[in-house]
């Protein structure tokens, strides 16, 4: 069974994916393919993008991944190749 933080990572994932859908980064012919994911990887980890309590203690909004993901980026950059090879 999934802990915590990965809940939240996993929960992060899937409104990546289903934001993708909505705003057209995914195409329309590819859009069912990634919902069914969604759906699987959900029930593998125990999370539900439609359950209230879930993303209230799940979700990072108003922060997204894509902006999480860029600001380790940007801190990796500053830092050089130090952070590249260390396990998080």
Known sequence: MADEK??????????????SIN???IKSDDAE??????????????V???????????STKPATLMSIFEVF???QKKLGNKVRH???
Not at 33 to 42: D, H, P, R, S, T
Not at 48 to 58: E, G, R
């Open 86 to 88: 260390k396990r998080i």
């Open 6 to 19: 990965q809940k939240h990572l996993v929960f992060s994932i899937l409104e990546f994916l289903q934001t």
């Open 48 to 58: 539900d993008l439609n359950d209230s309590a879930q993303a209230q203690t799940y």
């Open 33 to 46: 393919g990634v919902e069914v994911a969604i759906q699987c990887i959900g029930e593998a980890f125990g």
């Open 73 to 75: 980026v940007n801190a």
């Open 23 to 25: 705003n057209g980064t």
